[in-house]
Every structure is written in structure tokens, then in C-alpha cells.
């Protein structure tokens, strides 16, 4: 998938607002689950982060899911370890103080994602970004409470495919050192791979029927997780509903979408770079931005010159409008953007709350 032929939109941060976009009505949906290269870059696509990592997604046309005869009903549990029960744990408790519930049809401005940052915002809830926490503060505080942590992760007709990696990047990544107990549903339960879980950690199988409407099968999500909820309440203290297309990363910059090819004079060594700069939103005085421009333009347009074609359209790593004319960088002007930042390091750096991808509006 190339999210580059996303619609990502401009958002005044004055103005900023979830936007609901139907991502189904873009190109990606009809992208071939087997010829499925992946180019994500780590700023440009939204990201949640839990357990201080971050969890990216991409998305298929589940046009090949089946239509079955099997009913709701038919799903069958093996996971209730009713024995494990200790209901009196305080944090159960603690959990329903925090519910707020608005008046009736009370109007009030939007809570400000800028301003909740530092200062708590009109609904007194946080809004959580990386370092407006510590990571090892909170293990320190929650692992001696012995809690469990459920996943619930729906895994229907083809997108079986991305358990493997959902499952491995959670054995890595997600709630490291607790208890943690991963629900897997699935119309297939015979292609579930195996993987490795440490002390602690247990996956199981809840089979449900396949449907052909990937609509129904999102939908119906809500539904059977709240029957699992029920079997797990008594010994279950927290539990994160995810989607399967869905993995867990911490990149080294190495892996970063940086040009990597020596030829180009936007080449970045594995040991390079910052972060990885996205091209859609840059600026400053008049004279910075013009230098810059000068040079990446030039850059862009020596490296064209140069007709290091030939050697380049063998590269792999070329998108398939690359391997055409095969005289880009591989970013083309984003990735001689970054060669710039790296050199010329930028006096503010914008978080991706400047430039968010946008799935739905
Ligand atoms: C990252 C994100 O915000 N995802 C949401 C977005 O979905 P996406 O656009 O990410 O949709 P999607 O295709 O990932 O479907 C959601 C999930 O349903 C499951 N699935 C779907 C199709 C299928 O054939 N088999 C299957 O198992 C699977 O777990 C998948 O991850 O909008 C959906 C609305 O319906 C849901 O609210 C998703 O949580
Ligand atoms: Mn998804």
C-alpha cells in the first residue's frame, strides 16, 4: 500500500478536529492481499502508542471472506478460568470512578488538544502523547498489582494472514511483564499460527462464523466482545479491543524511508538521520526556505542528470512508478529533504499532530 496516494490534509491546529474519512472509498481497499509491500513511513501514519510503542495498520478488501450458515451462537469459548477470579482487587473498583457522564444536551466548546497537553484540557482527561508520561514510572506502580491485561483481536477469512505478525509484535511489545491474555476470533481457527508466548502470557481461540460483508464482520466485533467480557470480568482488569491489520514496531532509524542508495545525493547511511521528515508540511523565513529549496531542487535535478537509471531500476526497494522511468529518489523531494534536515538540522521540528494522516473524514 502506498499512503502516499492517501489524502492527507492540511489541519490548522487552531481548528483541529477528528476528521471521519471512509478509507473504503480510496484505492487501498482494492489492493491484492498477496502483493501487499508496505511503505509507511513512522511520522506520516496515525499512530496509538501502548506500552510505549507504536501500533500502525494497514487495511485489505476482504473480498474473498465466505459467507457461512453458522450462527453467533455457534461461537465456542475455551478461555474462562473462572478460578482465577479475584474480583476484589481494588482496581476494579477504582476503574468506575472515572466514568464522566455528560448532563443532557449540555453544549460546550471542544476540548482543545493543545492546550490539554500541558494544562489538562476542558474535560479534565489528559490527551496521552509520548512523554507526557514515564513508561517505567507506571510499570513500577502497576506490575506489583498483579493485573491482567486482555486483547481481543478479530482475525476473519484472509485476514488471518495478519495474525503472525500481530501475534509476535505483541509477545515483544504489548504489556511486557504482565499477565496478559490474548483473544483470537477467527473463522479459521486451524490457521492460527503458533507462537511462542513467555511465562504469563496466553493466547485462545474463540471460533465465529465468516461472513462475505467485511462490514459485518468490523461490526459485529462490539457484539461479541461484550459476551467475551462477561466469561472474564471476575479475573480481567483491563481489556484492548485491536485490529488485526495491525503491528507493534519500535524502527531504528535505519529502517527509516530514507533514499539508500549510495548513487543519489539523497542518500542517508543506516547510521544517519534524525527522524524521518515528512514533505507535505515545511517552512520558515524566506531566505532558510529558499536555500533549501535551491539545494533540493538542484540535487533532484543532478541526480536525474547523472542517468544512474540504469543501476537504480534494479533496485527493489523502487516503487512500481520508479521502476518505470527509474530517475527518482526514492521518496523523490521528501527524500532529498531529508538528506537536507540531516545536514542542516531544522530549528523546530512539528510533531505529527501538524500533518496527520487522515483515514476517515
Ligand atoms: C485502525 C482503525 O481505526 N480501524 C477501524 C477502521 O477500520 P479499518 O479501515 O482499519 O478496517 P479493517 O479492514 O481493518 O477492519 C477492521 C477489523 O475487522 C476485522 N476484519 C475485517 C474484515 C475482514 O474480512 N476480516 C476481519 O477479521 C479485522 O480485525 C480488522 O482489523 O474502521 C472500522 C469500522 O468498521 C473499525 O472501527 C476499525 O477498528
Ligand atoms: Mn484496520
Known sequence: MDVRRMDVRRMDVRRMDVRRMDVRRMDVRRMDSKASPVRLSPVRLSSVRLSSVRLSSVRLSPSDSRPSESRPSDSRSSDAHPSDAHPSDPSLSLLDLSVLHLPHRLEYKKPSIIKGRRHGNALARPVVWESTFDPELLDAIFKPQNLTIAATVFAVGKYIQFLKDFLETSERFFFVGYNVHIYIFTDRPNEVPKVQTAPGRKVSVRVVP????????????????????????????????????????????????????????????????????????????????????????????????????????????????????????????????????????????????????????
Open 210 to 361: 465468516s461472513s462475505k460483508r467485511w462490514q459485518e464482520i468490523s461490526a459485529r466485533r462490539m457484539e461479541m466482545v461484550h459476551g467475551l467480557l462477561q466469561d472474564i470480568r471476575s479475573f480481567t482488569h483491563f481489556i484492548f479491543c485491536l485490529d488485526v491489520d495491525s503491528k507493534y514496531y519500535l524502527d531504528p532509524r535505519s529502517r527509516f524511508p530514507y533514499e539508500r542508495r549510495p548513487e543519489s545525493r539523497a542518500y542517508m547511511a543506516p547510521s544517519d538521520g534524525d527522524f524521518y521528515y515528512c514533505g507535505g508540511a515545511f517552512g520558515g523565513s524566506l531566505t532558510k526556505v529558499l536555500e533549501m529549496t535551491q539545494v533540493c531542487s538542484k540535487n533532484y535535478r543532478d541526480d536525474e542528470k547523472d542517468g544512474i537509471e540504469a543501476a537504480w531500476q534494479e533496485e527493489s526497494h523502487l516503487n512500481r512508478d520508479d521502476e518505470k522511468d527509474g530517475i527518482e529518489a526514492a521518496w523523490q523531494e521528501e527524500s532529498h529533504l531529508n538528506r537536507y534536515f540531516w545536514e542542516n538540522k531544522p530549528s523546530k521540528v512539528l510533531s505529527p499532530e501538524y500533518l496527520w494522516q487522515d483515514f476517515k473524514s
